[in-house]
């Protein structure tokens, strides 16, 4: 049956825009773990891919002609870069325990940026329903908890550099009225530049190994231009769904993937690590963003703070209206 209102079609392309997302981004990391484990290929080369998807819809003229400043673009890339590298590192360096709670602390760094920068307010159901989540997350991942000091700047590093460059995405979109696939269009080019030019340097001051050198065949190279593929899907939805949510709903919601992956791990890799804490741990996470699904789409769950107290009547039902519209953003 097709939709039939306004708030049923949206609700339609959210679910559609979360499960493109979730797909693509579990089928990247699927693809990312055989390439790396099998046959040792480390190297990005995902956003000159999307740079390319980017440039074919720019030909055919699905992505239109817009402006975003040269400032801001620079602070998004440097953001963006900091995030992917900062992430890479912090795995290297720290236990998978250890990257596992900086991961989590996205999120409450996220909301931190919400309340200072756009002045939003949390009501006391969104509140428990984010630690909720924070929890079964935490239960069925985190093990060890092994850091050192330069796994601890990593992490730091990479947690702030990932919830700016998240929050930039919707901040960008509103303030430029930018699509997704125009903001796309712009950061992509510039991500692949720098990561092209700055990325082999990297991963052989990490590695040891060198990018020119590795040994390509023909299955190695299916298996990159499948990742590269399903990574423009990755890239492309992030930025539909943080345009269409918030980023702190982005990365809790974000955590199904999380959930997804460990019940793939076991499924197609053995259950040697799936046991009761681990169940416990999906099942409070699940029940947890249901919970915040719910309480962040109430009136007053998730909302604006006005600026100034009203001073008549009218001021006080658009302040009311204002608290209503910005309710209802997931």
């Not at 579990?26 to 995902?46: D, E, P, Q, R």
């Not at 997804?260 to 046991?275: A, D, Q, R």
Request: proline fraction near 2%; include cysteine.
């Amino acid at each position: 049956m097709a939709p039939t209102n306004k708030a049923e079609r949206k609700a339609v392309v959210d679910v559609a825009a979360w499960m493109f997302n979730v797909v693509t981004s579990v089928g990247v990391i699927i693809v990312n773990k055989a390439l790396m484990a099998t046959y040792g290929f480390s190297y990005g080369l995902h956003f000159a891919t999307t740079t390319l998807m980017t440039a074919a819809l720019r030909w055919f003229g699905f992505i239109q002609s817009s402006h975003l400043p040269l400032s801001e673009l620079l602070k998004f890339i440097l953001f963006a870069n900091f995030s992917i590298v900062g992430m890479n590192v912090n795995l290297m360096w720290n236990s998978v325990g250890f990257y596992q709670i900086a991961k989590l602390s996205i999120i409450p760094v996220s909301c931190f940026l919400e309340v200072v920068m756009d002045k939003i307010r949390y009501s006391r159901d969104t509140k428990l329903s984010i630690a909720v989540v924070l929890l079964g997350v935490g239960v069925c991942t985190v093990t060890d908890l092994s850091v050192n000091t330069q796994g601890f700047i990593a992490a730091f590093i990479a947690v702030w550099s990932t919830s700016l460059q998240q929050y930039y995405v919707l901040h960008l979109q509103r303030r430029y009225n930018l699509s997704s696939f125009n903001l796309l269009g712009h950061t992509a080019p510039a991500q692949a530049g720098t990561l092209l030019l700055l990325g082999p340097f990297l991963d052989y001051w990490l590695t040891n190994k060198r990018v020119d050198a590795y040994n390509y065949n023909l299955v190695s190279l299916m298996f990159i231009i499948l990742s590269c593929t399903i990574a423009v899907g990755t890239n492309l939805s992030q930025f539909i769904c943080i345009g269409r949510f918030t980023a702190v709903s982005f990365q809790v919601l974000g955590h199904m993937k999380t959930i997804l992956v460990l019940i793939m791990g076991f499924f197609f890799f053995g259950k040697e690590g799936l046991n009761l804490h681990v169940v416990l741990g999906m099942i409070i996470a699940v029940a947890g963003m249901f919970w915040y699904g719910n309480a962040s789409s109430k009136p007053g769950g998730k909302e604006r703070r006005s600026l100034s107290l009203p001073t008549s009547r009218q001021q006080k039902h658009a302040s009311f209206s204002d608290s209503n519209e910005h309710g209802g953003n997931v």
